[in-house]
């Protein structure tokens, strides 16, 4: 493969490894919803579902702006992250309980991987002038770090009742 020399191509890598990334969490935060015993949590992880489904449309709308097809990049980080899940889930062999205190240390994980990319894509544009691109990608990581807070201010509230069960 020839060196990568223009910004536009890290740009497209970015993009594409966002839209991998992307496609790849859909399937994990539908297992996520599955295992989600506290209607609260489930509820917005069926909420982030559908955030999810319309950044990858918007995935491809960023694509546009910049000229160029959307076309997914295989995102070793986005595997790594959705093995780590499975891998517990298979191994450890936690009660439903267990899992869904897991998912929400997962769901953490997913989303500060996506913020740091979507960052990343939006510095990349914004210097490039791609103005375009970098507010549909801001669009995105507002729902993710909405997500993220979501998760980080809840997080202890949601444990409790079940440390209490095992007090």
């Known amino acids: 493969m ?3 020399t223009e910004l536009k191509e890290l740009l497209k890598h970015e993009l ?5 990334a992307e496609r790849r ?8 919803v599955r295992e989600a015993q506290n209607p609260e ?3 917005r992880l069926e909420q982030h579902l559908r955030e999810t489904e319309g950044h ?3 995935l491809g709308q960023a694509f546009e702006a910049i000229g160029e097809k959307a076309k997914a990049e295989k995102c070793p980080a986005a595997i790594g992250l ?9 191994e450890e062999k936690p009660s439903k309980q267990i899992m869904e205190a897991f998912d929400l240390g997962s769901g953490l994980r997913v989303e500060h991987y996506e913020i740091a990319a979507y960052r990343t894509a939006i510095a990349i544009a914004t210097a490039m002038g791609e103005e375009e691109c970098a507010a549909i990608l801001q669009e995105n990581l507002d729902e993710e770090m909405e997500m993220a807070s979501y998760l980080e201010t809840n997080a202890v509230e949601l444990l409790r009742p079940l440390a209490a069960q095992q007090a």
């Open 2 to 4: 020839p060196e990568m």
């Open 82 to 90: 959705k093995e780590e899940h499975d891998s517990f889930k298979t």
């Open 25 to 32: 969490f859909v399937t994990a935060t539908k297992a996520m």
């Open 41 to 43: 949590l489930k509820a």
């Open 56 to 58: 990858i449309e918007r």
């Open 16 to 20: 594409g490894d966002l839209l991998y």
